[in-house]
C-alpha cells in the first residue's frame, strides 16, 4: 500500500510517499479503508519534534512511528474474527489515537478505537474534517464545565478546533464571542458567533467584557490577558498551553477563585457518536480550508505551518 512515511524529524521535506506492507487485521481489530485524512497542528508538532518534549514520547533521536496522521475517513475492508461492532463496508469516520497511521491506504485499528459511522450528510472529506477539532473543542469545553446562558470567548475561532468550539458552544447555550484575524472575521460570524472581535485591531482584554470561560485554541494568547477577561469565578481553557502556561495556571487555580484548565485531549467512541449525531442534526459542520492528495503531503504540512489555516486541511487518499 501507499504511506507517507517519516524516519527523522525536521521540514516538510521528511515527509515521503513509499510503498509499505498492507497490515493485516487481528481478531480484535478492522481494517479501514482510509479515504481521506487530515493534516492536523499536532501532526506537524510531531514532524518537527517541537516542542522537544516530543522526544521524549515518540523517540529521542527518531520518530518511533513512521506514519503520522490522526484523523481518517474510509470504509470497513476487513474485521477481524471476534469484532461485533463493525461490518465490512461500514463508511466510518474518527481517529487514531497515539497509534497516528492516518497518512496512508490502510490501517488496523481495534474494535474500541474512536469510530463512528460517517453522518449521512458528510463525503469522506468533509468527515475527516470532524474528529480532530471537534474532539478537541468537546473535551476542553465539557473539561471547563461549559454552562447554558454562560459567556465564552473562543480565541483561536477560525482553526480546526476553533471553528468546532464556536459550533459547540453555541450548542451547549452560551453566547460566543470569537477571535480571529480580518480575512477570517465573516467566517467566524456565519458559524454563529454573537460577536467577532479582529485581534489585529483590537485587543478582546481591553473591551471591557469579561466572561465565564475562556477557551485559547491555539495557545497565542497572553495569559495575563485572558485571567483578566475572566469573570470572578470563570475558566480558562487551553488546548495547546506552553509549559510556563501551564505553572502560570497552576498557581492562579491555586490561589484565586478563578481557575485553569490545560492538559491532553483524552476521546472516547461516545463522543464521536456525540458529534456524529450533532453533524447530522445540522448542529455541526465541517470547515475545509484547502484539499491535498496524499503525494502532496508535504506541501499541505508547509501551508499548516504557516498558521493562517481557515478550519481544516484534507488530504484525500
Request: charge should be positive; proline fraction near 4%; aromatic fraction near 10%.
Amino acid at each position: 500500500m501507499k504511506a507517507v512515511i517519516y524516519v527523522r524529524y525536521g521540514p516538510p521535506e521528511v515527509l515521503t510517499l513509499r510503498n509499505v506492507e498492507k497490515p493485516r487485521p487481528r481478531d480484535n481489530e478492522v481494517l479501514v479503508r482510509i479515504y481521506a485524512t487530515a493534516v492536523t497542528s499536532g501532526d506537524v508538532h510531531l514532524r518537527k519534534a517541537d516542542p522537544f518534549a516530543v522526544r521524549l514520547f515518540f523517540g529521542l533521536l527518531k520518530p518511533r512511528k513512521n506514519i503520522l496522521g490522526f484523523a481518517l475517513a474510509g470504509k470497513v475492508e476487513e474485521t477481524g474474527a471476534k469484532v461485533k461492532r463493525f461490518e465490512t463496508g461500514d463508511a466510518v469516520f474518527g481517529t487514531t489515537g497515539m497509534r497516528f497511521g492516518a497518512y496512508a491506504e490502510y490501517v488496523c485499528l481495534p474494535e474500541n478505537a474512536v469510530l463512528a459511522g460517517i453522518p449521512a450528510n458528510l463525503n469522506f472529506e468533509e468527515a475527516a474534517a470532524i474528529p480532530f477539532g471537534s474532539n478537541t473543542a468537546l473535551y476542553f469545553l465539557r473539561k471547563g464545565n461549559i454552562q447554558s446562558g454562560q459567556k465564552v470567548l473562543i480565541y483561536g475561532a477560525s482553526g480546526a478546533v476553533g471553528t468546532a468550539a464556536v459550533q459547540l458552544a453555541i450548542f451547549f447555550g452560551a453566547t460566543v464571542t470569537g477571535v480571529c484575524s480580518t480575512a477570517n472575521v465573516r467566517m467566524v460570524k456565519e458559524l454563529g458567533a454573537h460577536k467577532v472581535i479582529d485581534y489585529t485591531k483590537e485587543d478582546f482584554s481591553k473591551t471591557g467584557d469579561t466572561f465565564d470561560m475562556v477557551f485559547d485554541t491555539v495557545g497565542k494568547s497572553a495569559f495575563a490577558a485572558c485571567i483578566r477577561s475572566l469573570n470572578k469565578n470563570g475558566v480558562l481553557v487551553s488546548c495547546d498551553a506552553s509549559p510556563s502556561f501551564m505553572a502560570r495556571g497552576w498557581w492562579a487555580s491555586l490561589t484565586g477563585s478563578k481557575k485553569v484548565i490545560t492538559g491532553v485531549m483524552h476521546e472516547t467512541p461516545e463522543d464521536m457518536q456525540f458529534v456524529k449525531e450533532l453533524v447530522e442534526a445540522g448542529k455541526l459542520k465541517p470547515v475545509i480550508d484547502r484539499r491535498y492528495p496524499l503525494e502532496q503531503v508535504a506541501e499541505a504540512h508547509r501551508y499548516v505551518e504557516q498558521g493562517h489555516k481557515k478550519g481544516n486541511v484534507v488530504v484525500t487518499v
